[in-house]
């Protein structure tokens, strides 16, 4: 349990200061010169992709009238699985055609509970249709100047370069063993029962001793 819980935390590890990286580039261009902020975020997020292969992008997303006046809503890059290439994601906050993103971003999990809380959260595991096709995790940190809410910055993660590196580890807990998010999404399961994604109710998870990863929302789960 000890070996696992340390890969998971090493997998974790670089996200919050990479955020804080982004976001504060954002909120420093935002400030001076808002016509500045798409370059400046391209470059930042550009090194954040090609330092680690395990972000699988990285960005802002802001609906804020000062940024809409001179930059797109969505500033977000993603890694091309295929050849590692970082490339900009050119999309807008006008989405109608991708799935629950047909909402709008305002009520997108990811962008609405940083806004209200006004604290970092992580978001998944989902398919993330808009950026990677694959099952991931999006964290993200508001973006405040003078206190009020100018949008987010985020950092997506694939479920599979976690499972890459924990899948035997896990096995060595429980053959049954789970990963949960937020105390009770399925993030890795080693029980076919449990599809990544889907929610375990409370009397399922009476079943479980839980073993919360420091420093993360996530939880090992082992049968009892």
């Given at each position: 349990m000890a070996r696992l819980i340390d890969v998971i935390t090493s997998w974790h590890a670089h996200v919050p200061e990479t955020i804080e990286r982004i976001s504060s580039v954002a909120v420093t261009a935002i400030s001076a010169d808002p016509r500045s902020l798409?370059?400046?975020?391209?470059?930042?997020?550009?090194?954040?992709?090609n330092s680690t292969h395990k972000f699988a992008g990285a960005g802002i997303v802001s609906?804020?009238?000062?940024?809409?006046a001179r930059s797109r809503s969505l500033l977000w890059w993603v890694t091309q699985r295929e050849n590692s290439?970082?490339?900009?994601l050119p999309l807008d906050a006008d989405l109608t055609e991708l799935g629950t993103y047909q909402a709008g971003l305002e009520d997108i999990e990811w962008y609405r509970v940083p806004a209200a809380t006004g604290r970092p959260h992580m978001t998944g595991p989902f398919v993330d249709y808009m950026c990677t096709d694959q099952f991931a995790f999006t964290f993200t940190v508001p973006l405040k100047i003078s206190g009020e809410f100018y949008g987010v910055a985020g950092i997506d993660m694939t479920v599979r370069s976690l499972e890459e590196e924990i899948e035997s580890l896990l096995e060595d807990v429980s053959p049954d063993a789970i990963l949960l998010s937020n105390t009770d999404l399925v993030a890795i399961s080693l029980d076919p029962q449990f599809a990544t994604g889907s929610r375990l109710k409370s009397e399922q998870l009476e079943a479980y001793d839980l073993t919360l990863v420091p420093g993360t929302l996530l939880s090992i789960a082992a049968p009892r």
């Open positions: 798409e370059a400046q975020m391209e470059e930042v997020v550009f090194e954040v992709l609906v804020h009238p000062t940024v809409l290439r970082v490339e900009p």
